[in-house]
């Protein structure tokens, strides 16, 4: 546990759950001043999972940017405030829209609730025609920012390098898989990497920075080393162990098509890939350097902070993940005791293990499931589920997980997402593959009165139309032969004895009826 008291500095993080506010808060609390953070994200139960959600200087608090209301109620305390919130979505048009309407409601929360600086994390890349649609939005967020009274001060970063970032990923499934490489032209732009050690002292040396004056000022961040992704590409191999890459630049992938290729290949989707790619068209190169005199620091190379990203994911310490900023949808339908026409035709697959073995020996393979664990039969059906998942334009498999021993509130695994965790109890994950309708599964453990403890294994299906209720009609033979199979195999994996089963139960629904 941490340490608190009310005459700390209160500072307010927006995008908490993000891959880089997650980190920004565990840098906060490890410096030497101390600070009172609150912490605000439209999940309060995604914060509540983080690392630091126990600390005492932490406070939760759930708001949305598009929320004025809450937005307001979270700036109000506060003197300074972390802005590192924008939309990577290209499925949906409005994307710019939802931007410039968070930021001036930013603009007026800030200055209703006397907020004295806003420190805002964009995208390096000069304003011109060619500059991507989700630069030019980021650019357009600064420029609101700083038209309102609170001084504001703007970091524009290149790519990021650190362990799970989506920049990181898709370089590291590139190389990792393709010997011989057809790449688009971009691979020839320069750019000028920076480390995600070095963007966080950045973003924490900003809280430093004098505002009185009322001046905004903005930043260009970025390592020492001005590069081609081309050249990021063989460092990557050099520091990987891999074979010399042959990597052949054609001018015929557009943004597009490149956001379908990085959509199969890699785990991150097209509706994040396309953005990115567009982006990468753009050459990023510090012009503004004026902050390496200000907040000083040693710059990691790029070879370096390759190195340490994978090492990070070697020792399983990777802290936050790309995969981390997506929404936990609420399914109320899937509740425990709900009504059975509160969410209509609800199918349901429900069996049980009795394991002579505690809860928490139980509870140890359930929370390992999938990632390079798998699901404990049957792998290859997974998988094969993960590439037609793939060729629907879903997440597929290749997501994984963030850490292979522990799971909270919001972490993706596979092509799930976690809905709820409760040690040694209850494991909820929601399904974001392409489904006609809405799936979870749910893992629940009950320790008898003699010792022994009860697994039970539930998936839960919302059927969408017709469409929904011949899916699981002609899957559920399938079904049969998965679900017994990975609970056996869950079973097994605790290396208890089974005293009985797996066998199938009745639904929630028919016992209720019961």
């Given amino acids: 546990m941490g340490r608190g008291g009310d005459n700390m500095e209160r500072v307010l993080v927006l995008g908490a759950t993000g891959y880089?506010?997650?980190?920004?808060?565990?840098r906060l609390l490890a410096d030497d001043r101390e600070f009172k953070i609150r912490v605000c994200s439209r999940s309060r139960e995604k914060l509540s999972g983080r690392a630091w959600a126990r600390d005492s200087r932490v406070e939760i608090m759930?708001?949305?940017?598009?929320?004025?209301?809450?937005?307001?109620?979270?700036?109000?305390?506060?003197?300074?405030?972390?802005?590192?919130?924008?939309?990577?979505?290209?499925?949906?048009d409005d994307f710019a829209s939802s931007d410039r309407e968070a930021a001036r409601n930013m603009v007026d929360a800030a200055s209703r609730g006397g907020l004295k600086h806003i420190i805002y994390l964009g995208g390096l890349g000069e304003d011109s025609p060619d500059l991507s649609k989700h630069l030019r939005s980021r650019s357009e967020v600064g420029r609101i920012l700083r038209s309102g009274p609170v001084?504001?001060?703007?970091?524009?970063?290149?790519?990021?390098?650190?362990?799970?970032?989506?920049?990181?990923?898709?370089?590291?499934?590139?190389?990792?898989?393709f010997p011989i490489m057809i790449t688009p032209r971009w691979v020839s732009?320069?750019?000028?990497?920076?480390?995600?050690?070095?963007?966080?002292?950045?973003?924490?040396?900003?809280?430093?920075?004098?505002?009185?004056?009322?001046?905004n000022r903005t930043f260009d961040?970025?390592?020492?080393?001005?590069?081609?992704?081309?050249?990021?590409?063989?460092?990557?191999?050099?520091?990987?162990?891999?074979?010399?890459?042959?990597?052949?630049?054609?001018?015929?992938?557009?943004?597009?098509?490149?956001?379908?290729?990085?959509?199969?290949?890699?785990?991150?989707?097209?509706?994040l890939g396309r953005p990115l790619a567009e982006g990468l068209r753009n050459p990023t190169i510090c012009t503004n350097n004026d902050i390496k005199e200000l907040i000083p620091q040693d710059l990691?190379?790029?070879?370096?902070?390759?190195?340490?990203?994978?090492?990070?994911?070697?020792?399983?310490?990777v802290e936050s993940h790309w995969t981390d900023?997506?929404?936990?949808?609420?399914?109320?339908?899937?509740?425990?005791?709900?009504?059975?026409?509160?969410?209509?035709?609800?199918?349901?697959?429900?069996?049980?293990?009795?394991?002579?073995?505690?809860?928490?020996?139980?509870?140890?393979?359930?929370?390992r499931l999938g990632g390079e664990t798998g699901y404990y039969y049957a792998d290859w059906l997974w998988r094969l589920r993960g590439v037609l998942d793939k060729l629907a334009g879903g997440v597929g498999l290749r997501r994984g997980r963030r850490s292979?021993?522990?799971?909270?509130?919001?972490d993706v695994l596979d092509f799930w997402r976690v809905r709820h965790v409760e040690p040694c109890r209850h494991l909820s994950l929601v399904a974001e593959m392409r489904l006609p309708g809405e799936a979870v599964l749910e893992f629940r453990v009950e320790e008898q009165p003699d010792g022994r403890t009860r697994l039970t294994q539930v998936a839960k299906f919302l059927p969408s139309g017709l469409l929904g209720i011949a899916y699981w009609k002609l899957i559920s033979p399938l079904h049969d032969l998965v679900f017994h199979g990975m609970l056996k195999g869950l079973a097994e994996a605790t290396t208890r004895r089974i005293i009985k089963g797996p066998t199938k139960s009745l639904p929630e629904s028919a016992l209720a009826g019961a």
């Fill in 189 to 215: 732009v320069p750019t000028q990497p920076v480390a995600i050690a070095n963007v966080l002292n950045y973003l924490r040396g900003c809280l430093e920075l004098d505002p009185t004056g009322g001046d």
């Fill in 151 to 177: 001084p504001v001060t703007t970091l524009r970063a290149a790519m990021i390098i650190g362990s799970g970032s989506a920049s990181f990923e898709i370089l590291r499934y590139l190389v990792d898989r």
């Fill in 325 to 367: 900023a997506g929404k936990i949808w609420p399914v109320a339908w899937s509740n425990e005791g709900d009504a059975r026409w509160a969410g209509g035709t609800v199918y349901e697959d429900r069996r049980e293990v009795l394991l002579d073995a505690t809860a928490e020996e139980v509870w140890r393979p359930v929370i």
């Fill in 62 to 92: 759930e708001a949305d940017v598009l929320d004025r209301e809450s937005l307001a109620r979270a700036v109000e305390g506060c003197s300074q405030a972390f802005y590192l919130v924008h939309s990577m979505n290209s499925s949906s």
């Fill in 221 to 271: 961040i970025g390592g020492p080393e001005v590069i081609t992704y081309k050249q990021l590409m063989e460092i990557y191999a050099e520091e990987a162990s891999l074979s010399r890459r042959c990597i052949i630049p054609v001018p015929v992938f557009t943004p597009r098509l490149s956001s379908y290729w990085i959509h199969l290949v890699t785990p991150v989707p097209a509706c």
């Fill in 404 to 410: 292979p021993e522990s799971v909270s509130s919001g």
């Fill in 300 to 317: 990691y190379s790029c070879r370096k902070a390759i190195r340490l990203a994978l090492d990070r994911m070697q020792h399983h310490q």
């Fill in 20 to 26: 880089v506010g997650t980190r920004l808060v565990s």
